[in-house]
């Protein structure tokens, strides 16, 4: 569990420093919040709900697990199989995210490489 509170706790961070690089050029450009539709948003917000919603579901698998684990364990009404299944769903969930954050993380860093 503590792996998935830090890989939250490091998209967060990253959200946050896309969010307020984002606000500083905006301000340096005196750009409005506009969307090309006109109404007002903020992709950062969506796309940072879209990240906390998939952390939540990474959680869930892994509380699962550790459940399905648990009864296993003390002999309750639960298949192996469907305990390894449930672990490696876990498993190949947080893998994905963390290569998605590893693929968000060097984009970004090529992107504030990039001279303007």
Partial sequence: ?????????GSELLLSRLQSD??????????????????PGNVLDSFGNI??????????????????KQIYAVGGDIDLHNVMIAGEKAEL??????????KMINAYQEITRMNV
């Fill in 1 to 9: 569990m503590d792996s998935i509170s830090h890989n939250l706790a």
């Fill in 51 to 68: 990240l906390k919603d998939q952390m939540s579901q990474i959680n869930q698998l892994q509380s699962e697990a550790a459940e399905a």
């Fill in 22 to 39: 984002s606000a500083v050029k905006k301000a340096q450009s005196g750009a409005s919040e506009q969307g090309e539709s006109g109404q």
């Fill in 93 to 102: 969930s947080l893998q994905l995210a963390m290569q998605v954050r590893n």
